[in-house]
């Protein structure tokens, strides 16, 4: 079975960095693509950050130039570099992989996605 586990959320200061990491365990995740959402309270799970078997990448309008996704196929790790962190990204952040297609884009929809992990929790005060 496959699971997915993020770590590195916390309470951080605007202008601050944090890096969240996902351990994809159960199979390999080599050649899919993975993907970042966060999903603060009261609004709808959204967007943030993808990468795709070939390390291309896409981002969201409101991280684009302060986010950076990644990913060490030797570690089955994707990561999210989050620099200069805004109040606004407070949320739950979540990874997620596509296990029914391989060498394939990655997607900005949720719905890309089959499997999810927990999330973790980011808290940025001004």
């Known amino acids: 079975q496959v699971q997915l586990a993020e770590s590195g959320g916390g309470l951080v200061q605007a202008g601050d960095s944090l890096r969240l990491s996902c351990v994809v365990s159960g199979r390999t995740g080599s050649r899919s693509a993975m993907g970042w959402f966060r999903q603060a309270p009261g609004k709808e799970r959204e967007f943030v950050a993808a990468i795709n078997w070939n390390d291309n990448t896409r981002y969201a309008h409101a991280v684009e130039g302060r986010f950076t996704v990644s990913r060490d196929n030797a570690k089955n790790t994707m990561y999210l570099q989050m620099n200069n962190l805004k109040p606004e990204d407070t949320a739950l952040y979540y990874c997620?992989?596509?296990?029914?297609?391989?060498?394939?884009?990655?997607?900005?929809?949720?719905?890309?996605?089959?499997?999810w992990g927990q999330g973790t929790q980011v808290t940025v005060s001004s």
């Open positions: 997620a992989l596509d296990t029914r297609r391989y060498l394939s884009g990655a997607s900005s929809t949720a719905t890309g996605y089959d499997t």
